[in-house]
């Protein structure tokens, strides 16, 4: 199993901690390169890079999550003593949940895991979307964030980032969640104050899904509120594991 699939974005001699990301739908591991960059020292980070984008152009397609998954466990080490930190948003939200389970159902809960943008397992609504026009997946994308509509503008990067976005779609639409399990990690939901998708009701949901410690924490924004406050996820997400405040460079 190539790791190409889920590639490190730093390189950290003694890490003490791991996260692992999971992008959007039609994101890339790239997108998490700035996160990487200002990682204290210990920490490493990698993020899912799926088929039909960057160094993975020509992989072929994955339709099923629970195949993915079972490829993502392989990378993964049996019981490994490294602290595991999870953070999924919007698609990228689904598959560090159904990783999380699987990683706890064989001996290995992380640490924590970050829910952000996605609504809790028993309420997930499910869509046609990968079977829409290109007009009505537009249409989708406009929906969540108006500024995305920019990735539209030349017809060369339309025709690949819609092919992207109707690969993960399918994904996620065939998605059967795991929804009667529980973790026994700590369980943190971000959620954009003004997002369409997920209400404030909707995140506090999340609350059913952990034994463990919930927090919600609430930004400013819609949908896609990270473009502007990534920096201030990634201090949570290291004063969580750390306990202590951490100054970005």
Not at 4 to 9: I, Q, S
Not at 191 to 200: F, I, N
Request: hydrophobic share 40%.
């Amino acid at each position: 199993m190539s790791n190409d699939l889920f590639p490190y974005l730093n390189r950290c001699s003694t890490p003490h901690c791991e996260i692992l990301c999971f992008p959007h739908a039609g994101g890339s591991a790239s997108y998490f390169q700035r996160w990487a960059d200002v990682l204290p020292e210990g920490f490493s980070l990698r993020a899912l890079q799926l088929p039909l984008r960057e160094e993975r152009l020509d992989a072929k397609p994955v339709f099923d999550i629970r195949a993915l998954i079972a490829d993502l466990l392989r990378l993964l080490p049996h019981s490994s003593r490294l602290p595991r930190v999870l953070f999924g948003h919007s698609m990228g939200a689904i598959l560090a949940w159904e990783l999380a389970i699987a990683l706890q159902q064989r001996g290995d809960p992380v640490q924590q895991i970050f829910v952000s943008g996605l609504t809790p397992p028993d309420i997930w609504n499910p869509t046609d979307f990968h079977l829409a026009s290109d007009q009505q997946l537009i249409n989708e994308v406009a929906r969540f964030s108006a500024t995305s509509l920019t990735l539209f503008d030349f017809s060369e990067m339309r025709e690949i980032v819609l092919k992207q976005l109707r690969h993960d779609y399918a994904l996620i639409e065939r998605w059967q969640p795991t929804s009667t399990c529980t973790l026994i990690s700590p369980l943190t939901v971000l959620h954009g104050e003004s997002d369409s998708e997920v209400t404030k009701d909707e995140a506090l949901g999340w609350a059913r899904f952990t034994c463990a410690r919930f927090q919600l924490f609430h930004w400013p924004g819609d949908h896609f509120y990270l473009v502007n406050h990534w920096p201030k996820v990634v201090k949570l997400m290291i004063q969580k594991h750390t306990g202590i405040s951490f100054d970005m460079p």
